[in-house]
Structures are given as structure tokens and as C-alpha cells.
């Protein structure tokens, strides 16, 4: 487990530990390379693709990167707090009506630990996946729940996201729950977005030549 900090609060301080970082990374660069690959065949011939194509991988890499840097989850005396790259989220144990732990939680094709935190209203406060977080990590946090009152449900058995979603609409998104569907209409989308603007250059090419 990596070395504990603490916050300017005094709050304990959990990171993804650097192999953590170092998988979602490479994970991350594997599913990228497909899309960059596709979008690389559909520009053609074209001679600014290959610029485009590395700006958008460079793109999502720093991204990546910088989110990886700054994401973690504080905890200490019944105050929670996850701070990733573009929100901070503090709750306190009266705002959690449970943690949701599961051992084999598949989303897409990946198929990991997961923590949810369920908010009084259904909604989710964190969440914590295993493809990021290390299970001794997770463990902590249910742990620290669990030991200030929290209700502590535990999934031994495989589940689907779309599964928890019809059971706890508010704690899964549409888009989580359908991960492969998206990623599909996302590639639709680029190829048809790319197809228009072919069309469009070769319109302004003939207009200017007649």
C-alpha cells in the first residue's frame, strides 16, 4: 500500500499506488490506439491526418497522465473527501446511506473490484475502481466506513455494470452501464463526422475549380 499523507485538514490522504498509475496507463494507450488507428484509415490520403491523429493520442495521454497525479480519497473522523482533476466531492457519514463493495464488477470488457458510495438519495458520492485503486485500498476506505456506521453491502458474485444499474439507477450511468454501445456509436461517429468533412472539401475544391 503506498505511504500515507495527510491533508492541510488533517485528513488521510489514499493514492493509486504507481503500478496502479502505470496499468490504467497502459490500458488506456491499448484502447486509444484502435480509435486513433480507425480515424487515421478513414482520413484517407489525406496529409494533415497523421498530425491530427498524434495530437489527439498526445492529447489524451497528458490527460490521462495529469488526472492520475491529482486523483485521491481522504478520510478521517467520519469525513470523506475524492478530488479528481476537474471535482472535489466532500461528504460526511449522515450523507451515506451505504457502501457497495464487489469483488467482480464488469464494465465493457474489463472486469474488476469496484466501491460505491450511495448517497441518502440513491446517488452516487465516489467511486472507487479497481483497475485504479489497489484492493488494499478499497479496503481502507469500506473499511473506514463500515467503522463509522456505514452499512457495508458486500457482492461476492460477478455483476454486470447494467445489472447494478437496474438495481441502483442512480449509482451507474446510461453510459456506464452500456460502455460497449457508446464506445460503438462514438466509432460511428467519428466515421461519419470524418466522411462529412470529406464531402465538404471536395465541395470547396470543385466550386473553386469551375
Do not use: C
Request: hydrophobic residues 55%; glycine residues 6%; without cysteine.
Amino acid at each position: 500500500m503506498s505511504t500515507l499523507e495527510r491533508s492541510e485538514d488533517g485528513l488521510t490522504v489514499l493514492r493509486p499506488t504507481p503500478a496502479s498509475r502505470n496499468r490504467v496507463l497502459v490500458l488506456s494507450i491499448v484502447v486509444m490506439l484502435p480509435s486513433i488507428l480507425a480515424l487515421l484509415i478513414n482520413f484517407g490520403q489525406q496529409p494533415w491526418r497523421i498530425p491530427v491523429a498524434l495530437a489527439l493520442l498526445g492529447g489524451a495521454i497528458w490527460y490521462l497522465v495529469a488526472f492520475l497525479k491529482v486523483v485521491r480519497f481522504e478520510y478521517g473522523s467520519g469525513r470523506y473527501r475524492l478530488v479528481t482533476l476537474y471535482r472535489r466531492r466532500d461528504f460526511a457519514v449522515a450523507n451515506i446511506r451505504a457502501v457497495h463493495t464487489f469483488d467482480a464488477f464488469r464494465q465493457g470488457i474489463y472486469t474488476s473490484k469496484e466501491l460505491l458510495v450511495e448517497g441518502t438519495d440513491g446517488r452516487r458520492l465516489a467511486r472507487l475502481n479497481g483497475q485504479l485503486w489497489d484492493v488494499s485500498l478499497l479496503t481502507v476506505a469500506a473499511q473506514d466506513m463500515a467503522a463509522n456506521g456505514v452499512p457495508l453491502i458486500p457482492t461476492a458474485e460477478p455483476v454486470t455494470a447494467a445489472q447494478v444499474r437496474a438495481v441502483h439507477p442512480r449509482l451507474i450511468t446510461w453510459f456506464e452501464a452500456h460502455q460497449i454501445l457508446v464506445g460503438v456509436l462514438v466509432g460511428v461517429g467519428l466515421i461519419l463526422l470524418s466522411i462529412v468533412a470529406l464531402i465538404i472539401v471536395f465541395a470547396v475544391l470543385f466550386a473553386a475549380a469551375t
